[in-house]
């Protein structure tokens, strides 16, 4: 069974930079592609990147290009969002999702999705 498990998120200042991670088990890792959504309060989730399974594959919503950067670490079963230069419209839950085609993640499908962790930017 395919689970997903997110951390990392925390109050922080705008400018200031935060690391979320997200941890998959029960699937064979590397063939993977993982997703990191958000849903700010009030409004519908966003896609905000995906990772396929190959380390140059990756997406990102416009409105954090250059911010924040997703990779991963096959070898923990892990991938990370980096997000720098944070702002108070970046304060939403954070969720993480997996699938094996990065296609589904980029339509909001997923196999698997985690239970979020909150992430609040005060200005």
């Known amino acids: 069974q395919v689970q997903v498990a997110e951390s990392g998120g925390d109050l922080a200042q705008a400018g200031g930079s935060l690391r979320l991670s997200c941890l998959v088990t029960?699937?064979?890792?590397?063939?993977?592609?993982v997703g990191w959504f958000r849903q700010p309060p009030g409004k519908q989730r966003e896609r905000v990147a995906v990772i396929n399974w190959g380390p140059a594959n990756t997406y990102y919503a416009d409105s954090v290009k250059g911010r924040f950067t997703i990779s991963r670490d096959n070898a923990k079963n892990t991938v990370y969002l980096q997000m720098n230069a944070l702002k108070p419209g970046d304060t939403a839950m954070y969720y993480c999702a997996t699938d094996r085609l990065a296609t589904n993640l980029l339509n909001g499908r997923a196999k698997a999705w985690g239970r979020g962790t909150q992430v609040t930017v005060s200005s």
């Open positions: 029960g699937t064979p890792f590397a063939d993977y592609a």
